[in-house]
């Protein structure tokens, strides 16, 4: 690896050396043009996301979408995931309500279809620390929830590749949030919103303070206090969401089998099982014949959760204009899940001695062979142990960002040095972990009548119980330390007496993950518990450049390049040229061509994962007869890191056109095309079991049961064993192509006296969305399913009079056909169902009450739109965000400055 590094480090310096050089030679003629040049007031520049030349805000070579402070207030939103998820051309991934993700409590978002880890979030133009828990074990991305929304000014989303800017991870584009600067006065806001089936309230309260003026007082400090708490939403409070039964949707009961008090089968016999004696719900058939215990427990939906944030931002003016500056945050976020019942594992056959089974379940006597029950048979026990009460898990992740710098004039050029410091802590604890050692000796124990945990007692002792359970304690540091430099001029030169701007800068990085799980968990003998594992550490030096080129009097052309090395898997260099012409002051037309790459996760260079799958065995689900949603399992996956693992690669495109024949009408039109390739993922886990027979090696990654004599008699044709486990390898194996356009039309209605009505329409199409999860197979269409809708739209009416505006939105996903992805094996009893379409409600009054104070009261989901059921094996639940779970939901907010 040090061979490798020479010549990149030597490459590196005399860059930065040429580089240095051109500025200090550039920087003696800009200064004496400045001098000598007109002296008069010059229109307010400033830096937009996608470049670090400032210039007169306005639309660009690129799209850039600004969401202000009062669209945020309007909004309704919370949380910024909230917010995010209203915009069309943004995907929730993590809406910060996943109970069984890994990257539980934490919120994220993509862009073009994307997984999080291709869009770069930054917060006032810089980096932050990744969550410390990776998103299915292997997606890093910057926690949402470590943002709070009351102390943004805006947030700007750049839809385009911006590596050449910006280096790694903005594949699909950028999101900058930023908070407001040189502030004097007090401002309080605070927001309530309240379910109004009485769950899911959520209190707000923020301050911000700001002393002195940057121009006057020569400093200004900046605070910001921000404090959140939401309570959890739950099942029985809804109609739509408090029974798990969706046989009336097509799908299969997935209400509760194992609580009060489970089921056993007979493994040997192979013959259906029977519901132990004292159900507390409905003994009934399930789908896979047994006789079981239907139950229908409190389900709790979304954890509760609280949070609390504070920031300073201190600024302070040098003599000749320089400034240090210096930004301190801490934020706590806790979020507390409530699970399911401890339980057994299904997996541990126990033997019975012919004594105690079967006349211990109440059933004929122990010579009586009726039920198959016979002496040496093993029995499979689906037992929660509701003894013990309910497993609570409990995530805190606390954050830290120090970022100190100076900025000002070096010869003339606009100059900032800064040092960023951030770090991600997380701390997860889940109660009523059950080992399986000290369980399957108990149970065993039990069954066979010699003083241990008998399934058949509802109430067996709490010291037996405890002895069972284990905390799980699991702990995550994530941290990014940056040093960067950075200069830039709007005239380095003039190219045919037009300036031409420049900007370039240097960066120094570090990043680290220490995710360490519980020893438990790691020496797999937690039931049915998967975990993550990671420790890696990486080492980044870049250097970019930025040129503002006039080609004409209307033609503008950004021409920008980055060069990357990382200590680990070596070197990138990407480029980037857009244009901009526009040849009427009413018409834009703009494009750009760049490269954009995304370095490996360090979870993807250092993991050792065990997670579940959800699968349908078809070889196995043909035979026993079952169809639909009811061929799904649930087998263990293992995810192993890949230290080998190069650099995902892809080319952007983007050609789109600004119009505004007037000044009311304004509309925008913005074609997009991403060609990625060796994009790592581990191997698609029912890719495999589709071929596991028909791709030479696949059979091997697959673990399964013995095959069962008894089981394969009742049933010709069966000759696999139970699926229990599928290892799924990372690798740089896919490609990925992808086009749409994004539309967006303006348009304001005068009604003269009477105010007047504006109309925002927002619509995102994606053309293509074609991925191959094999290194030689070419890839194919992933979209139009449940994951890559074809369209989502957001439309708005506004009417505006005076102080007072009453707005209306309309947010609709597209329909899809009913899979999780197209290219997996489809039942032929669903193929080419669809999901319908889904629109949800969304009113909001603001009123400026006084120049000091601003209301807004609103209702989201005002028809009380239900979540849509999808009955797919890989699925077989609803499909959208629980954000718009909580069905109708009234807020009021308010900001009052002092």
Excluded at 165 to 172: C, H, K, L, N, T
Excluded at 236 to 260: E, I, M, P, V
Excluded at 433 to 462: C, E, H, Q, R
Aim: hydrophobic residues 35%; contains cysteine; glycine residues 10%.
């Amino acid at each position: 690896m040090k061979l490798k590094e020479k010549p990149a480090v030597l490459s590196v310096r005399l860059a930065l050396g040429a580089l240095a050089g051109v500025t200090l030679l550039a920087s003696t003629a800009h200064a004496q043009v400045a001098t000598s040049g007109n002296t008069g007031a010059e229109p307010t520049k400033v830096i937009i996301t996608g470049s670090n030349i400032a210039r007169i805000a306005g639309e660009g070579a690129t799209p850039v979408e600004i969401v202000s402070r009062a669209q945020i207030d309007r909004s309704g939103a919370t949380t910024v995931v909230e917010l995010l998820s209203k915009l069309p051309s943004i995907g929730v991934q993590l809406d910060g309500n996943s109970k069984s993700s890994f990257a539980g409590g934490a919120a994220s978002v993509g862009l073009r279809g994307l997984d999080p880890k291709y869009t770069l979030i930054l917060l006032n133009g810089r980096r932050l620390a990744n969550y410390g828990f990776a998103d299915g074990a292997e997606n890093s991305f910057v926690d949402l929830n470590t943002l709070p929304l009351a102390a943004l000014e805006s947030v700007e989303i750049l839809r385009d590749g911006a590596s050449a800017i910006y280096g790694s991870d903005a594949v699909a584009g950028v999101i900058n949030f930023k908070t407001r600067s040189n502030y004097q006065g007090l401002e309080v806001a605070g927001k309530l919103g309240a379910n109004e089936k009485g769950d899911g309230s959520t209190g707000n309260i923020s301050a911000t303070k700001g002393w002195g003026d940057i121009d006057q007082d020569g400093y200004n400090v900046l605070m910001s206090l921000d404090a959140l708490k939401r309570n959890s939403l739950r099942a029985s409070k809804h109609a739509a969401l408090a029974s798990q039964d969706f046989r009336k949707y097509g799908g299969t009961n997935k209400q509760a089998t194992t609580a009060f008090q489970g089921w056993v089968r007979d493994y040997d016999t192979a013959e259906p099982g029977f519901a132990i004696p004292g159900c507390q719900g409905k003994v009934g058939i399930a789908d896979t014949g047994d006789q079981v215990c239907f139950t229908n427990p409190e389900e709790i939906l979304t954890p509760a959760i609280s949070r609390i944030g504070v920031s300073t931002i201190v600024t302070k003016r040098l003599g000749g204009g320089d400034e240090l500056f210096a930004e301190l945050a801490l934020n706590r976020n806790k979020s507390t899940y409530q699970q399911g019942y401890p339980r057994f594992s299904s997996q541990f056959l126990v033997p019975t001695d012919g004594t105690t089974n079967p006349g211990v379940l109440g059933l004929p006597g122990p010579t009586d062979t009726t039920y198959g029950f016979t002496p040496g048979d093993r029995l499979q026990v689906f037992h929660d142990i509701t003894e013990a009460g309910h497993q609570m898990q409990t995530i805190t992740n606390t954050t830290a960002r120090v970022v100190a710098g100076w900025r000002g004039k070096v010869r003339g050029w606009d100059s900032e040095f800064a040092v960023n410091l951030n770090q991600s802590k997380l701390v997860a604890d889940t109660t009523n972990g059950v080992l399986k050692d000290v369980s399957n000796d108990l149970l065993g124990k039990g069954i066979m009548g010699t003083g241990g945990y008998d399934p058949f007692n509802p109430a067996n002792s709490l010291s037996m119980v405890q002895s069972m359970m284990h905390t799980i304690h699991h702990t995550a540091t994530s941290r990014l330390g940056t040093a960067d430099w950075k200069m830039s001029t709007p005239e380095l030169f003039k190219f045919q007496d037009r300036p031409v701007g420049f900007a370039w800068g240097a960066q120094a990085s570090h990043e680290s993950i220490k995710d360490i799980p519980d020893d438990q968990t790691l020496a797999d003998n937690i039931v049915d518990y998967g975990t993550t594992g990671s420790v890696a550490s990486r080492n980044l030096y870049s250097i970019y450049g930025e040129l503002a080129v006039p080609l004409m009097t209307n033609l503008e052309a950004q021409v920008a390049a980055r060069a990357d090395h990382y200590s680990d898997f070596g070197n990138s260099y990407n480029p980037k040229l857009a244009l901009a012409w526009r040849p009427t002051d009413k018409i834009l037309v703009r494009g750009s061509a760049t490269t954009s790459f995304k370095a490996p996760t360090l979870p993807e260079i250092g993991a050792t994962t065990t997670a579940y799958a959800t699968v349908a065995d078809w070889v196995r689900c043909g035979p026993l007869g079952y169809v639909g949603a009811q061929c799904s399992y649930s087998p263990r996956q293992y995810l192993k890191g890949n230290p080998d693992l190069k650099a995902e690669k892809a080319k952007n495109y983007s050609a789109g056109i600004v119009l505004q024949p007037m000044k009311e009408l304004s509309m925008s039109l913005d074609w997009y095309g991403i060609d990625q390739r060796d994009t790592i993922q581990p191997l698609d886990a029912q890719y495999v079991l589709d071929h596991e027979d028909s791709i030479p090696g696949f059979a091997a990654l697959i673990g399964r049961d013995p095959r069962n004599p008894a089981l394969e008699a009742l049933h010709p044709g069966l000759n696999k064993g139970r699926i229990k486990s599928i290892t799924t390898p990372y690798g740089n194996v896919g490609k990925t192509k992808i086009s749409g356009f994004d539309l967006s039309l303006k348009y304001d209605l005068s009604l003269g006296a009477y105010g007047k009505l504006r109309f925002d329409e927002a619509l995102n199409r994606t053309l293509k969305f074609d991925q191959s999860i094999t290194p030689n197979d070419p890839p194919v269409s992933r979209l139009d399913s449940i994951y890559h809708p074809r369209w989502a739209n957001s439309f708005s009416t506004t009417y505006e009079y005076g102080i007072h505006l009453l707005t209306m939105t309309a947010r609709t996903a597209a329909d899809t056909l009913n899979i999780d992805d197209p290219t997996h094996t489809q039942d032929p009893a669903v193929t080419n169902a669809r999901i319908p379409s889904y629109t949800v409600w969304d009113l909001n009054y603001s009123v400026k009450a006084s120049p000091k104070l601003t209301v807004n009261v609103g209702v989201n989901n005002v028809f009380d739109k239900a979540l849509i059921y999808a009955n797919t094996p890989n699925v077989n639940d609803r499909v959208q965000s629980l954000n718009d779970a909580v069905g109708r939901y009234v807020y009021v907010n308010a900001r009052y400055a002092f």
